[in-house]
């Protein structure tokens, strides 16, 4: 029923969206601000896939149909019940077929104006592919370079604060991009979950106006960043943040507070680390956490893993770093805002980053 489709650009035509994929399925990734209402659970889509490769496609419709059935029914008496006559949503599953063609078919019926979106998310997951693909190069960047303690996330933030465009990829990830920048407690999204938001986040820019970024690798924790956007960043201008080494040692005391309260969990990221430094160094870390030398600790990573990692990497890939503008950052200090006024008020009077 060709009338009952809507396409993706027609997404804001609609009062809600509705993704009736299984909990699985929107967990992984969803159309932003969706509602999950599955018409097949996790465990009943495996049963019906079984059917169908071990019996017939006729069982599997059959039995999939009565389950179907039976969810929608659900739904109406529960999810549903509260919605006026009129309403619009728009529905979708994985491909724009029987699952939210079905939902699509019984909402009509009964009197609502309800549309399949055409192709499903197989479609939205392409234009997001295709976002990242083509928005970044509509952009201008400036980079937070600066090694690991120097409190670029913080800079970035504050820059936010006082009216700057930001782009802040840890946050988009849920992790700070080190081997020991997992978020306590916060699993990191999908690289489907993180593509949908790092889309939305390019959408939303204003093209005229230039976006502050920190300087990232490749991958940050385990979601990767699209290749049109590393290609942009790696070739925009930089400042380069630096902070006095006891800065970044109480700061990364700060970052790492959780990791230093859970000794266990520190010891097990710390000996992840053989291979890139001697067993012995690693050993000599795991005994400063044991005795609780937070301090030392800190500086020796520093002096021992960030600081050559910063070298060999930024200075290989970001390629304006050289002609970078230079910031004494104090990362620890409660002016950190007006510390973000001061710069964007200075490269205003300089005329850019460089």
Request: charged share 25%; aromatic share 8%.
């Amino acid at each position: 029923m060709k009338h009952l489709l809507a396409t993706l650009d027609r997404l804001n035509d609609f009062d809600e969206v509705i993704d009736v994929r299984t909990p699985l399925e929107y967990a992984d990734d969803h159309i932003p601000g969706a509602i999950n209402a599955p018409v097949l659970s996790n465990e009943e889509r495996v049963v019906v896939g079984t059917l169908y490769k071990q019996v017939s496609p006729f069982e599997a419709s059959r039995v999939g149909a009565a389950l179907v059935a039976r969810n929608i029914a659900a739904h109406l008496d529960t999810t549903f019940a509260d919605r006026r006559q009129g309403w619009r949503p728009l529905i979708y599953c994985w491909r724009g077929g029987t699952r939210s063609g079905s939902m699509t078919t019984m909402f009509n019926m009964i009197g609502w104006r309800a549309r399949q979106l055409d192709g499903g998310y197989k479609t939205y997951r392409q234009a997001t592919l295709d976002a990242l693909d083509s928005l970044p190069a509509n952009l201008s960047y400036i980079v937070l370079a600066g090694p690991t303690g120097s409190g670029k996330t913080r800079l970035l933030n504050a820059l936010g604060e006082a009216g700057a465009q930001t782009l802040d990829l840890e946050r988009l990830a849920a992790h700070r991009g080190s081997l020991l920048g997992a978020w306590a407690g916060v699993a990191q999204p999908s690289q489907k979950g993180f593509d949908t938001r790092l889309a939305q986040s390019l959408r939303a820019f204003d093209a005229s106006r230039p976006v502050f970024v920190e300087a990232e690798s490749r991958k940050i924790g385990a979601v990767a960043l699209p290749a049109a956007l590393l290609k942009a960043v790696h070739a925009s201008p930089c400042i380069e943040v630096r902070s006095s080494r006891e800065d970044r040692a109480a700061f990364l005391q700060q970052d790492y507070a959780h990791l230093f309260d859970d000794p266990a969990t520190f010891k097990a990221q710390l000996q992840r680390m053989v291979g890139l430094h001697s067993r012995e160094r690693v050993n000599g870390w795991l005994a400063l956490v044991d005795s609780g030398a937070r301090a030392e600790l800190a500086q020796e990573l520093i002096d021992r893993h960030y600081d050559p990692a910063y070298a060999r990497s930024c200075h290989a890939h970001f390629t304006q770093l050289p002609q970078a503008l230079r910031l004494e950052f104090r990362p620890n200090d409660g002016d950190v805002v007006e510390q973000a006024r001061a710069l964007l008020a200075r490269m205003e009077t300089t005329g850019g980053a460089c």
